[in-house]
């Protein structure tokens, strides 16, 4: 059942819809240099395209998410990953709006990814699937934003992983794009970001049950997978964050003296841990954290025609971000001022570290609403 | 062969030595409320104990340190792990002092630990092994300098774990401390720290190989325990530091396009882990990591007499530890203040992360030799 105040300011029942590519163009040329296709993306809209299609935001999901990013599916309690920012009244107005959010090709909620069945096969992918990139995955959405008929979007937006995609969009296809918002994100994962990332991979490949990728019909590498996401929620939450959460405090009185859980810390990453590995495929895992590692944008590559950038920035970081610290942020502003691009930077002043992108819907609301409603605005008001 | 440059300003060839305490004490009552003992200590000396026994300092290792500190073992070409900081004329110059280190218990350098045989059983203990803490490990030090007939420790010396011990001296032993120098630790784990010595446990507990602590004369558990230590290492080094050693520099001159060892990073990750499991016992790295998150010495607990700390302190920290970041430092000094002892903050300004403890030895050196040779010369000088 859907929690009845959520209800209230939300966009109601969604579905999820799905969007397949064959021909034209028959195949995605991926930056592999393999050819793969059909390729079916997974996508949810809300709101409506309007006569002109010029209300159009494509929203960018992060590493575990999904099409599904605001709305409540039929039966289920919990909305969408967004639906804080997504619905009538909110930062993407849903009565002014047309919102698309489309799971990213090699993920598992819908779109093709290595759990899908190989038509050649008619098996599962698993490490047959190619790798893929952030620019893959955009090019793909792409092909959904021509199917839906939306020549230039009026934004596209996304925090962590969301935000490549963002900045991709605009490196690939800076004319379709009216207004860009990155979030807590970066122009190249730092070798931090990709030590978190490979220990992640090697915790999953570790799993004697990955079998190297070949788990499906059989034991799943759960516990591999659960260890990756352990270390991801450390790294997604702040020093400060956990102290004010958990502190020290013991799930019982005593310690125990064995080896179980002790404090509540150890309780909760357990506990996400092990809910992930219900929801998300081990493989897909790898294939998405290689995407971010191998995503850069530096120099000239975020803008590679060399011409002025003419799409409006929102640059947004977190001040207890440390998995994406400011200086990142920064760096994309820095980069986007050398292409003459209209960027502004806000940083958010919260305690809640890499997750304060889900979490600080407040003064995001504060920021985009003004932002998105002015670059709408001025859609067909040539600057001076 | 050992390195000669390194010879010349070294104490040379060391051997380890080895104390068994039975009786008195028959055995050691732990934090848990066991009983253990016999118990043994790998400890190696440098230098020579004056007729006074008055220039004796401990030094405590980290995480998967041992008692082999300084100098060479014949034969081997590397010298101890903090060589550069304990021979003739360095920080801990052995031409005037008398130098300790152990191996604590629960470790696998030669102390009695969870690979040490139980003489009830014959057997390895694994998880026999009694849960240790801190204070157990430094009781277990407190007859080892009884044996070698020390009244009164000069000083007591560590960084991370080592400080840990620092400061569990002055709490359990008080009035056989001189001076005390916890270097890059905490008077408690932050949840964060928790959090991620608790995925390092899950990790090797995630492989099939742990098999429930019984792996002794089978397969090592190799895979989880190297997923543990490529955690920790990301948590030794700061952002900066690996950007300075490692950037983005790929192994080959392009992508790879599979799961294989595309950055740099990743192959030193990979190797570091690799390396670490033929050196450490995968049960030593739960035991240690549990008693370093049971420590809390935090409140009256690090002064539970509640009178004057005569015991004098130099905390030091550096300014690139995310692991233990310099507040905690500053929590010692405050507790410290707060028993109006003599204590002196000093924080380094290093790159290198939470290894800078280990790597910071010049500037190491500058603070720490004139506070030792103070506290030597004012030894018997009661202060006014």
């Known amino acids: 059942m859907m929690n009845e105040e ?13 969007f397949t590519f064959a021909e034209p163009p028959k195949e995605l040329l991926l930056d592999g240099g393999q050819k793969m296709g059909p390729i079916t993306l997974a996508y949810e809209t809300y709101g409506q395209l309007n006569r002109d299609k010029t209300n159009a935001i494509l929203v960018c999901h992060a590493l575990s ?58 098996k599962a992918y ?20 021509d199917h839906l008929g939306i020549d230039k979007l009026l934004c596209v937006v996304g925090g962590s992983m969301g935000g490549m995609q963002v900045l991709q969009w605009v490196a690939s296809y800076p004319e379709r794009v009216k207004c860009a918002i990155p979030i807590a994100t970066a122009l190249k994962h730092s070798p931090q970001q990709i030590a978190f990332d490979e220990v992640g991979r090697q915790a999953v490949m570790a799993d004697p049950d990955w079998n190297h990728g070949n788990y499906y019909g059989q034991s799943q590498p759960e516990k591999g997978l659960a260890v990756a996401r352990m270390i991801g929620h450390i790294t997604y939450m702040s020093d400060q964050s956990m102290e004010e959460k958990f502190s020290r405090r013991l799930k019982e009185k005593n310690y125990s003296f064995k080896f179980t859980t002790d404090f509540e810390v150890e309780g909760y990453l357990r506990y996400r841990g092990d809910n992930f590995v219900k929801r998300f495929d081990a493989n897909s895992y790898l294939y998405i954290t290689k995407a971010m590692d191998y995503l850069d944008l530096s120099g000239d590559k975020l803008n590679p025609s060399g011409k002025k950038i003419e799409t409006r920035f929102l640059v947004i970081a977190f001040r207890s971000d440390w998995l994406y610290p400011l200086y990142q942020s920064q760096d994309i502003v820095r980069q986007l001022k050398t292409g ?45």
């Open 6 to 18: 959520l209800k209230d300011k939300s966009i109601g029942i969604v579905e999820t819809k799905f």
């Open 65 to 122: 998410g999904d099409a599904h990013a605001a709305g409540f599916h039929a039966g289920e309690k919990d909305p969408g990953w967004w639906d804080t920012m997504i619905g009538p009244g909110k930062a993407f107005d849903t009565t002014k709006y047309f919102v698309i959010c489309s799971n990213v090709i090699g993920g598992c909620k819908g779109s093709t990814g290595p759990s899908s069945v190989n038509p050649k096969t008619e």
């Open 126 to 145: 698993g490490l047959d699937f190619p790798i893929i990139t952030i620019g893959d995955m955009v090019d793909a959405q792409k092909y959904l934003v």
């Open 340 to 384: 003459h691009a209209d960027a502004t930077y806000c940083e958010i002043k919260s305690t809640y570290g890499h997750d304060a992108f889900l979490l600080e819907s407040d003064e995001e609301t504060r920021l985009i609403k003004h932002f998105l409603d002015k670059t709408f605005l001025g859609y067909d008001v040539k600057r001076t």
